[in-house]
T-cell receptor, first 115, second 115 residues
């Protein structure tokens, strides 16, 4: 069975500080992992994805995440927070790339950036 | 590329009426489309998965007679909320994927308010 745990439903950082959003997954087979961002009243936008290639994945807007199999983690980081990064972030895991590729979402982390 | 649209973006209806929400993949053919429901400050809850030309697969606890899903073509899926009640008020988000890509592409969501 697949599942995702996001530690910390709310994270606050100062503008310019490091952003670290945590995601741990559970999967019985090698997973695909994703980070999405959601702004108020909008859909989800893909930040980055891990699909069994390089373990350090770079995404849009300066975000990156590292897949650590031993820790079953896929934490999202950004060296310097910007005000525009304030949003809801979701980690998701899926298994397989054929039809029936179902996503399992974490509960989300709300990021606040303090000026 | 890989743009998904939803229409309408918001809708207000009276209790007992039916509401149809459209989800379109604008620049790709979606082999699979997904419908999610999101309550305020919560994660996405998968309602159903649909493949073009097939009956939708509903998640446990989702009433198929209440939430009618039609996936008539590779670019269009519709969700009809029948006999809507105030408890059906929510943010409905669709997503789509195509063969060879692991991620889902999300629509901007539809805010349904039932009075």
């Amino acid at each position: 069975a697949q599942s995702v745990t996001q530690l910390g439903s709310h994270v606050s950082v100062s503008e310019g500080a490091l952003v670290l959003l945590r995601c741990n997954y559970s999967s019985s087979v090698p997973p695909y992992l994703f980070w999405y961002v959601q702004y108020p009243n909008q859909g989800l936008q893909l930040l980055l994805k891990y699909t069994s290639a390089a373990t350090l994945v770079k995404g849009i807007n300066g975000f990156e995440a590292e897949f650590k199999k031993s820790e079953t983690s896929f934490h999202l980081t950004k060296p310097s927070a910007h005000m525009s990064d304030a949003a809801e972030y979701f980690c998701a895991v899926s298994v397989g790339s054929n039809t029936g590729n179902q996503f399992y979402f974490g509960t989300g982390t709300s990021l606040t950036v303090i000026p | 590329g890989a743009v998904v649209s939803q229409h309408p973006s918001w809708v207000i209806c009276k209790s007992g009426t039916s509401v149809k929400i459209e989800c379109r993949s604008l620049d790709f053919q979606a082999t699979t489309m997904f419908w999610y429901r999101q309550f305020p400050k919560q994660s996405l809850m998968l309602m159903a998965t649909s493949n073009e030309g097939s009956k939708a697969t509903y998640e446990q606890g989702v009433e198929k007679d209440k939430f009618l899903i039609n996936h008539a073509s590779l670019t269009l899926s519709t969700l009809t909320v029948t006999s809507a009640h105030p408890e059906d008020s929510s943010f409905y988000i669709c997503s789509a994927r195509y063969s060879g890509r692991e991620e889902q592409f999300f629509g901007p969501g539809t805010r349904l308010t039932v009075l």
